[in-house]
């Protein structure tokens, strides 16, 4: 198996985020598969996918590295069991841990991009990797809140499996992160409205920001490659 990480000049290692972007997005693709009968094992097998490359692209070393090992391994358990259980309980576990994860990965993958002093075909699919998380957390956010206070979103069908309402709820989270809001699902409760304002706020200001970084960073390696040495 090829090393997750790879080497920077001064001999640090910068984790990889190839295998994990192209998993995410084949999840994204794939999730609308939910609503044909007997895929919903294909879907979570995917969602297994990207704990896995989640862990294997971005853990870190030592007691840390294991303690997020370990926290990915149950968030695989605490899922795979509200599939095959089914439980309103176990359900709303396995998305709660769900973000918590997300969250976690998110936080180490800015780390790593707001470290580099270089812009990458790496560290630009890492910025990609931390945009599309961003969106399947509150697609999970979303789904907690219809879970516990059902009609929180109208254009939902009648009698979602657990699946399906995943995967309406990733679809809607991605409109709202893209700011494109077509319409045919709606937040209308008094939490979700806000959430979804503000998944839309933080995507907006998300491109704005790193955008504007990873161009700063592209001008100034530039600069500093065509400044004559001393």
């Known amino acids: 198996m090829s090393n997750p990480y790879r080497f920077l000049p001064n ?13 995410l997005c084949l999840l994204i693709v794939v999730a609308p598969l939910a609503s044909v009968a007997g895929s919903a094992l294909l879907v979570e097998s ?6 896995l490359a ?7 070393r030592g007691l840390q590295r294991w303690s997020f ?13 509200a ?8 359900e709303l576990a396995s998305e709660v841990t769900t973000v918590l994860w997300i ?32 969106a399947i957390a509150f697609a999970s956010l979303y789904e907690i809140l219809e879970r516990s206070q059902p009609g929180s979103f109208n254009g939902i069908p009648e009698g979602a ?23 045919d699902i709606v937040p209308v409760s008094n939490l979700a409205r806000p959430l979804a304002a503000l998944e839309g706020v933080i995507g907006t200001l998300y491109l704005a920001v790193m955008i504007a970084r990873l ?16």
């Open 11 to 23: 001999g640090t290692k910068s984790p990889n985020f190839g295998a994990l972007l192209v998993v």
């Open 83 to 90: 599939l095959l259980l089914g439980g309103l309980r176990l």
């Open 69 to 81: 090992l370990a926290f990915t391994a149950l968030t695989f358990v605490v899922r795979w069991c």
């Open 103 to 134: 969250v976690l990965v998110i936080v180490i993958v800015l780390g790593e991009l707001f470290r580099r002093h270089d812009v990458t075909a790496n560290t630009i699919m890492g910025s990609i990797v931390a945009y599309l998380l961003l």
């Open 161 to 183: 499996t657990f699946h399906q309402l995943s995967d309406a709820l990733i679809y809607f989270s991605l409109v709202s992160l893209t700011t494109m809001g077509y319409g």
């Open 215 to 230: 161009v700063g960073l592209h001008v100034a390696s530039g600069v500093s490659r065509k400044e004559p040495e001393h």
């Open 46 to 51: 995917l969602f297994g996918l990207v704990l």
């Open 54 to 60: 989640g862990a294997y692209s971005v853990a870190w």
